[in-house]
């Protein structure tokens, strides 16, 4: 076991500093002690548990608090009072506010006025008129796993101040006395006094008995060992009472060597303190065991010395006078002698060092093993307790009459790791999580071989290669109104390699990297509230969803995934103490969710109302509002600056979310749908968790105000972030997309999954009513989910939960089914979730995981699987090998995509990858690659064939990529003959060879169709041409050729094929055909046929192919 | 008076322990008291579970049965002395050894995580509370009570049990040195072994079993001790009575044993008995040239020590017959006067 030592130590004055230089060594006999460097507050990470010695001085212990606050652990309490060390650490720190909370929390509204008057200078500081009022202890017994305490007295206040953890009353170590000549000191008897000369140690008092006794006794010494406080005027007093020339010896502060020969040198010691701060006294411990005896006042450690080693003398009236009798008393013959030997005695037993030590080692074990211990023992009883009807809580008490229960079941969330977990450090575990899931994930996402979900994926991708390319996020050379971090990350790939093939695999490797360090942040939130073991399962869960499987895409869920636990872990720290350090980087991790992904605005939300769930959840309890102050004016400030930019610069503040500000500009929100699609989201978030961890959470949630903080805390961020990204994604797909965005939703998962782990912790608590509509709610819930509507090509990317229930429904049970299926699996589980027993507990996540695990399957192996998708859309789109165009004209050439329609995977897969392809042009509206001004549509000039631009300007382009009808005007160099996309090299102005009019898009020609070409040269035009025996049947059409050629005309029976050969003689470098088609038919005139076709048509032309003459 | 003796059960095991409760509950009924061995099956590990099977003998009742008090009961060893009883006595055999004082050795079972310091630590308050309710404690040596006092500041009586009723007797002192030990490390018989390799000529006769006499009878293979050294296995009590009659002396060195019977046995036969300064309880009766010989716990004193006795056989027989009058007085008359002087 390894303990972290928290400790102010010598050089440091302080007398704890003393007490730790004594204590360590002995210490580190019986246990492994790392002893903390003074000022780091950083926990140790290996360490068992952590001991924290908290005195009243802030300069001092200021640091070993904040510790306390990093990692609860055992606080030895040397001072019970230690308002002056809060009112160091928070007034001293200018946080007036965390002063007031502490007075509140003390003394209620009327210890927060109190407070008030201090800080406005109406009330002198507290800390130094009325300190034993106010201990200001709270704060650290709450964050205290256990508390040390050297007297009954410390322990009393202490469970007075309402704490009920393990407590240990440990004597404090007694310094072996030192074989040391007193020092030569006349007075007889001689009286020493050590420490600080002030009102607080009696001095007045003390001066004043001596005085008194002198008179009887003029050979008798009073030396006074110690700083004079400022003020006191010592020498005055001394004077007044004539003991200014002798009686009195001084000496200011001395050396530990002449410290001993002085209290050698004495019969006697006179350590009075009152009011006592709880503390005790090294120098009375010294005394003690050099075998001197001791005058004490009656108060707090003092008066719990023995009787025969101390002469103890009421604080007040009559103090002078028993000052003097007990002066008197130790100046009989032997006496002083004989309360020595009993002194020396005394402290041999009570307080030898190690024995000192060895109960310090007991308290620590205790302390770090104890619940982890307890909640076995109690679960193993429990558990036969109910087995056999008994009522388990009858157990208690003889389970604490053995000691193996804390009396008030105080069970901290335990530092303790068990079983396996216990043989590595947990960073070692966690670090072979996150190896082994990366490795697992990368194996399963590169399955994946080519960008399927489009356009995102094509989107972030040239994001990132035009960043890596020129350090800007461009899409086709211009400006991308899409959040940049992921792209930022994804360019790393393209930096590292240069074939879009390599990059492609890099930016999945860094993907896996990013998506699986998820595992930590949900393991340092898991800690808040769970024991290591749990925590280690939650990460574990949180990296198995089957949303992780995006890995293998490049789309921006990657990196938002940790983005958004580390933000709800900021949230959590945040909301246990809001300092300004945590509200701050709440917010950064805001922004950073929203430069990923602009539906972090609703985080932003979540983050602002969070403090108010929480504070409604702990209603009844001091509030601390007024703490998050800051967070509320940057985001004001902030919100302001965005209305205040935009506006000026003529544009809505929703242009903010860039790309996504249409979702606030050009949609009108209705309510029941949105509120029909905010159920449907609820009800997905439920099933793709498999209900349990839903239904654990409602429980947490109801009873939330019941539970101890730390789940309070988590509870509030919880409710905050489920319930504002559950409305955004809900109301954004009633209009938009009429689907469930799981993809946006899944970030929540880890939540639902401590919840569950918690609730398990935490011995499955049921209330009745709670748990009922808990389990009844996760039940339903999957009922409303129109299955039906949504099992089609969209689920596909952005519905995964789906797709074992489309399994089941088209290979098992028929899709009218599934609703049904899917609730009785819910009620099953729910069913489990109110009755399985607890010690069969551990199953529930197992249950999970299984039912991950069975989404993961159809994701990865049936038809709608990633991998299959993937390369069904690759064959889609190429076939003439992924980078075919990088590999003829070279990755840094400028290609220009000439876009005239069907099938756009041919653009974005050729766009993608190819690094060449820059820039995109569409020529037959509507269709489009990619919306925006990223694609400009051309318009072709008739009188020259120039493509011309929105703006009426001509393009320059190098290489041109387009389909063989776009006719454009250059040297075709490559091709992809099966997807009909040509490469051209142009090096000039963009422009089509070739003009034709009449040849409608599906092969259909109007009665007349012309053929032009600019820069004709002698050769023929070939014109495959068949009729349609449905429309002319038995008809014989004649087709009459003229032009730059010889007149024709050709007779086509409409179950024939021909290929009409026209020789091309030109004029002036143009050939000009006209075909013309007798008879021609309106297919909506003969009903017969049943074709409402109302264009009049000629002949289908499948193609015309210009042919120069050889040479 | 209707008496309920306690002690946990290891099942399938049989040992001292169990010899010494039957030997009890017989002695009692002898003397006319309605006697009843209580047992619980016995098992310390794995974690938490020698807690658990402590609360097993909390929550037995034993104040009465069948309508009928019960008038004391008398516990023996952990766990049973939880049990509940205004009228407990505790004839302590021991503690819970591993997290005593043999933890952090070879022999302990708490590891150094903290769960485990935590574990052993209850076991440490559970003693404290579960001894500190008897009427009295008593121990069979002590060293336990000695062990009794560090670790809870509880007072013990020594009250040391007679053995086992055998035909003790002794027909003549040849040249073997006898062992007679269930066979396990912490009997310390390879030491023996090792000593009868140094002195020449030395045989020695091992009786019993356990789970370390393969290792045992490979290390008298490897000394060469074939002929001198014999493995007997268990033997009934009619052999066991021949060997004790027939050896020299007898070997008995565990290593800070609480109790053993063994010496008393061998003093009932007149033998002497060979032991080491680390033996714990047989010291109580174990005299350094008294009662038998006590020497370091090396192969070299072992050696010369068994050398010695065969070397001196009168002086052996004079050592063996001191020593019976020692365990003649041991008597289960005499040990049930001062138990039930504690409960009345």
């Known amino acids: ?1111 | 008076m209707r008496l309920a003796v306690c002690m946990p059960q290891v099942p399938f095991e049989r040992g001292g322990t169990e010899i010494f409760a039957d030997g009890l509950v017989h002695a009692l009924r002898r003397r006319g008291h309605e006697t009843e061995l209580v047992t619980v099956p016995y098992k310390w590990y794995p974690g938490e579970r020698v807690l658990t099977q402590a609360f097993l003998w909390r929550m037995l009742d034993l104040e009465e049965a069948n309508g009928r008090p019960i008038d004391a009961v008398i516990a023996t060893k952990f766990p049973s002395y939880a049990v509940r009883h205004p009228r407990k006595v505790v004839w302590l055999l021991h503690q819970f050894r591993q997290a005593w004082d043999l933890d952090r050795t070879e022999l302990g079972q708490f590891s150094e995580s903290a769960e485990d310091r935590a574990l052993r630590r209850k076991v440490l308050d559970f003693d404290r509370v579960a001894l500190g309710e008897a009427r009295k404690i008593f121990t069979t040596s002590s060293i336990v009570a000695g062990r009794l006092r560090d670790s809870t500041g509880l007072d013990a009586e020594v009250l040391a049990p007679p053995p086992a009723p055998l035909d003790f007797h002794c027909t003549a002192y040849e040249d073997f040195i006898l062992s007679v030990n269930r066979l396990d490390r912490a009997k310390r018989i390879d030491l023996l072994i090792e000593a009868a390799a140094q002195a020449s000529g030395l045989r020695i006769v091992i009786a019993g079993d356990g789970p370390d006499r393969e290792r045992l009878e490979q290390l008298a293979r490897d000394r060469g001790l074939d002929g001198r050294a014999t493995f007997t296995g268990r033997v009934s009590d009619e052999e066991l009575a021949d060997l004790y009659a027939r050896c020299l002396g007898v070997y008995y060195a565990p290593v800070n044993e609480d109790y053993g019977l063994v010496p008393y046995e061998a003093f009932l036969s007149e033998k002497p008995v060979v032991t080491t300064t680390d033996a714990g309880g047989p010291l109580d009766i174990v005299h350094d040239r008294e009662t038998g010989l006590v020497v370091a716990p090396t192969v070299e004193e072992l050696a010369r020590a068994c050398s010695w006795l065969r070397d001196h056989t009168d002086e052996a027989r004079t050592l063996g017959r001191a020593g019976r009058d020692i365990a003649r007085a041991v008597t289960w008359d005499s040990c049930i006067d001062r138990l039930l002087a504690a409960v009345a």
């Open chain 1, 1 to 1111: 076991m390894k303990v972290s030592y928290f400790s102010p130590l010598p050089p440091s004055t302080s007398g704890i500093a003393d007490y730790s230089a004594l204590l360590l060594p002995a210490l580190a006999r019986l246990v492994e002690v790392e002893v903390v460097r003074p000022g780091r507050t950083r926990p140790i990470a290996d360490a068992d548990v952590a001991l924290y010695h908290i005195g009243n001085d802030p300069d001092a212990h200021a640091w070993v608090v904040d510790a306390l606050h990093r990692r609860p652990g055992v606080v030895v309490l040397h001072d019970f009072v230690i308002h002056h060390l809060v009112a160091g650490m928070t007034i001293g720190r200018h946080d007036g506010h965390a002063y007031l909370a502490a007075m509140e929390r003390e003394a209620g509204v009327a210890g927060r006025m109190l407070g008030w008057g201090v800080l406005e200078g109406r009330v002198p500081p507290l800390w130094e008129i009325r300190p034993t009022e106010f201990p200001l202890a709270g704060e650290v017994l709450d964050r205290a796993t256990g508390v040390i305490v050297h007297s009954r007295y410390a322990e009393t206040r202490a469970r007075e101040h309402g704490y009920d953890g393990p407590l240990w009353h440990i004597p404090h170590p007694a310094w072996p006395a030192p074989e040391i000549e007193p020092a030569q000191i006349d007075g007889s008897p001689l009286f020493g006094c050590f420490g600080h000369l002030n009102e607080s140690k009696r001095i007045p008092q003390l001066l004043r008995a001596f005085a008194d006794f002198r008179a009887g006794h003029p050979a008798a010494r009073l030396l006074l060992v110690g700083a004079e406080a400022p003020g006191f005027d010592l020498a005055g007093r001394l004077e007044r009472l004539g003991l200014a020339s002798e009686g009195v010896i001084r000496e200011p502060y001395v050396e530990e060597e002449r410290l001993w020969a002085l209290m050698s040198a004495c019969d006697a010691c006179v350590l009075l303190r009152a009011p006592t701060m709880g503390e005790t006294s090294g120098s009375a411990i010294r005394t003690l065991s050099l075998g001197k005896p001791l005058v004490v006042s009656d108060v707090g450690w003092f008066a719990e010395l023995p009787d025969d080693v101390a002469i103890k003398v009421p604080v007040g009236d009559g103090e002078v006078e028993a000052l003097v009798a007990a002066m008197t008393r130790l100046a009989e013959p032997g006496v002083a002698a004989r309360m020595g030997e009993a002194a020396r005695s005394y402290v041999r037993s009570e307080h030898d060092l190690d024995r000192v030590a060895e109960e310090y080692v007991a308290a620590l074990e205790q302390a770090a093993g104890s619940s982890a211990v307890e909640a076995k023992i109690l679960r193993a009883v429990a558990e036969a307790a109910a087995d056999t009807g008994v009522e388990p809580a009858c157990l208690a008490p003889e389970l604490t009459a053995l000691g193996l229960a804390s009396p008030n079941g105080h069970v901290p969330v335990s530092d303790t790791r068990t079983g396996l977990l216990g043989i590595w450090p947990m960073w070692a575990w966690l670090g072979a999580l996150y190896v082994v899931a990366a490795t697992v994930q990368l194996a399963l996402g590169l399955r994946v071989v080519s960008p399927w979900i489009m356009v995102d994926e094509l989107v972030y991708s040239d994001m990132a290669r035009s960043f890596a390319d020129t350090g800007h996020f461009l899409i086709r050379g211009v400006h991308a109104n899409y959040g940049f971090v992921y792209p930022l990350l994804l360019s790393l790939a393209y930096k590292l390699s240069g074939s879009v093939a390599d990059a492609y695999q890099w930016a999945r490797v860094l993907n896996a990297l990013a998506m699986c360090s998820v595992v930590f942040p949900t393991y340092l939130l898991a800690r808040r509230v769970v024991r290591p073991g749990f925590a280690f399962a939650a990460a574990a869960l949180a990296i198995a969803v089957p949303p992780t499987i995006y890995i293998g895409t490049l789309m921006t869920e990657n990196a938002f995934y940790p983005i958004f636990m580390w933000l709800a872990y900021a949230l959590v720290l945040a909301l246990e103490r809001p300092t300004l350090r945590r509200q701050v980087i709440l917010l950064a991790l805001c922004a950073l969710a929203f430069l990923t992904r602009a539906q972090a605005v609703a985080l932003v939300a979540a983050a602002l109302s969070a403090p108010l769930v929480l504070a409604w959840i702990e209603r009844g309890r001091p509030r601390r509002l007024s703490a998050w102050k800051p967070l509320y004016a940057i985001v004001g400030g902030a919100a302001f600056l965005v209305i205040v930019v935009e506006v000026a610069r003529g544009r809505s503040p929703s242009q903010i979310l860039g790309g996504y500000s249409v979702t606030t500009e050009h949609a009108s929100y209705q309510v029941w749908p949105a509120l029909r699609w905010i159920v449907y989201h609820l009800a997905a978030l439920d099933l793709s968790l498999f209900v349990l961890p839903f239904a654990a959470m409602i429980v947490l949630v109801a009873n939330a105000r019941h539970l101890d903080r730390a789940l309070r805390v988590f509870s509030a961020a919880a409710v905050a972030l489920t319930v504002w990204l559950v409305l955004e994604v809900g109301i954004f797909a009633s209009h938009w997309s009429q689907r469930i965005e799981e993809r946006n939703l899944f970030y929540l998962a880890p939540l639902f999954l401590v919840a569950l782990l918690a609730w398990i912790e935490r011995g499955q608590p049921k209330p009745a009513r709670a748990a009922v509509a808990a389990a009844g709610i996760a039940a339903a819930l999957p009922g409303t989910i129109p299955f039906l509507q949504l099992m089609n090509i969209n689920a596909q990317s952005d519905t995964l939960f789906i797709q074992p229930w489309w399994y089941l429904g088209d290979r098992v049970a028929g899709r009218g089914n599934v609703a049904l299926l899917a609730v009785a699996v819910s009620v099953v589980l729910a069913a489990a979730f109110l009755w399985l027993p607890h010690r069969y507990a551990p199953v529930l996540p197992v249950l999970i995981a299984l039912g991950f695990f069975l989404t993961w399957l159809p994701l990865q192996l049936w038809i709608h699987s990633f991998p299959r998708l993937s390369s069904a859309t690759y064959t889609t789109g190429i076939s003439a090998g992924r980078s075919w165009i990088d590999a003829a004209v070279g990755r840094n050439a400028d290609v220009t995509i000439v876009w005239t329609g069907d099938n756009p995977y041919r653009g974005w897969e050729n766009e993608f990858w190819n690094r060449s392809v820059k820039h995109a042009y569409d020529l037959t509206p509507p269709d489009t690659l990619l919306a925006g001004p990223t694609e400009p549509h051309l318009t072709v000039e008739a009188s020259t064939g120039l493509l011309r631009d929105p703006a009426g300007k001509t393009v320059h382009a190098q290489y041109v990529l387009a389909e063989p009808s776009a006719q454009i005007s250059g040297t075709r160099i490559a091709a992809d003959d099966a997807r009909a996309m040509v490469l051209y090299r142009v090096d000039g102005l963009l422009r089509t060879s070739t003009a034709i009019t009449g040849w409608l898009g599906d092969t259909w020609t109007e009665p007349t169709v012309t053929w032009l070409r600019r820069g004709c040269v002698r050769g023929v035009l070939r014109v495959p041409v068949h009729s349609d025996p449905t429309l002319y049947p038995g008809v014989i059409q004649r087709i009459a050729v003229s032009g730059t050629t010889r007149p024709v005309v050709v007779r086509l029976p409409s179950t024939s094929t021909k290929t009409i050969v026209v020789p091309l003689t030109p004029r002036g470098g143009i050939c000009h055909v006209r075909f013309e088609i007798t008879p021609s038919r309106r297919p909506a005139d003969y009903p017969a046929l049943n074709n409402p076709d109302p264009r009049t048509l000629g002949v289908l032309i499948s193609g015309f192919e210009y042919v120069p003459a050889a040479g």
